[in-house]
């Protein structure tokens, strides 16, 4: 599996790449409109910013773990959030740091963020960063952010595109979203090894025809998916008629992770479908249990 991040969109799929997550900057209204519908669960402390020196690896280790489509951070990361870098490579005094306990008093997620001042309009506080290994972390982090005193607006350029807060807000509208786009984009190398390295939620079989501009995965290739484990066999003289579905390796590393959906690209020319049903099948079986978000820039 080959990853990268791309400057230009048009550049890569001839190579095979395919979108696999997405990221958006939001703007959130914290005035008095806002309102996270959450029992917190844990608690939410003010902490020295230089806490996440430590602490900031072994919480998003804890991430990293748990979401598709995640990359290991470089060193660069704890000291951003930290506030030991700012954009002028110098240290930044205005970050400041909140740690989430869960209920165990484990410490399962931070913010860091920073307030751009009073010439600022709406007051603004930027998200500098905001790890949360649990569902409960984020919300109660952003019921920390909405709940500062003064401030009208919160600001996050890397927010996943499919958000909990969205639906957690008793008025979503407090959420103006811009500049969504994609993020991590994945090249299947090894068909075979690529499917056999993820769980899937639904068992099924799906036999798939995957073309190649470059040679290196193509194939046809029968998976079988019992108890969430993938049997991934190749056929090497398939009888006409026998795949399912027909997709290029770029689309199949844009649903890889969960975040594209197969039925979206078959209706977009992107799949073709041999057999009835098969592209819902593909959605079923592909399907992820944490929406996949790269929170590393690379």
């Not at 959420?175 to 090894?190: A, H, K, N, P």
């Amino acid at each position: 599996m080959a990853a990268l991040t791309a400057s230009e969109a048009s550049i890569y799929e001839r190579f095979g790449y395919g979108v696999a997550s997405f990221e958006r900057t939001v703007k959130v209204d914290t005035t008095a409109r806002f309102n996270v519908r959450h029992q917190p669960v844990g608690a939410v402390e003010i902490a020295d910013r230089k806490v996440l020196l430590e602490l900031a690896p072994q919480v998003f280790a804890k991430v990293h773990h748990l979401t598709p489509g995640s990359i290991d951070r470089q060193d660069y990361y704890r000291h951003r959030a930290a506030g030991e870098f700012g954009r002028d490579g110098k240290p930044d005094d205005a970050v400041k740091v909140a740690l989430h306990y869960g209920p165990g008093g484990e410490v399962d997620g931070y913010v860091s963020y920073k307030f751009l001042g009073w010439d600022s309009r709406p007051y603004t506080m930027e998200i500098v960063d905001l790890v949360a290994a649990t569902a409960d972390a984020y919300l109660e982090l952003w019921q920390f952010l909405g709940n500062i005193d003064l401030v009208e607006r919160v600001t996050w350029e890397e927010a996943p595109l499919d958000d909990p807060l969205t639906w957690a807000l008793s008025d979503s509208r407090c959420i103006e979203s811009s500049d969504s786009r994609d993020m991590l984009w994945l090249r299947i190398l090894d068909v075979p090894r690529a499917l056999a390295a993820r769980h899937f939620p639904a068992d099924g079989r799906l036999v798939l025809e995957v073309t190649d501009p470059l040679g290196l995965a193509a194939g046809t290739f029968a998976l079988n998916i019992t108890d969430g484990e993938a049997v991934v066999d190749a056929v090497p003289e398939p009888a006409p008629g026998e795949a399912d579905l027909t997709l290029d390796v770029s689309a199949l590393s844009s649903i890889y992770l969960g975040a594209v959906c197969p039925v979206t690209l078959t209706a977009a020319g992107r799949i073709r479908e041999h057999t009835a049903g098969a592209a819902l099948n593909a959605r079923l079986m592909f399907a992820v249990e944490r929406s996949p978000h790269c929170l590393t820039h690379f």
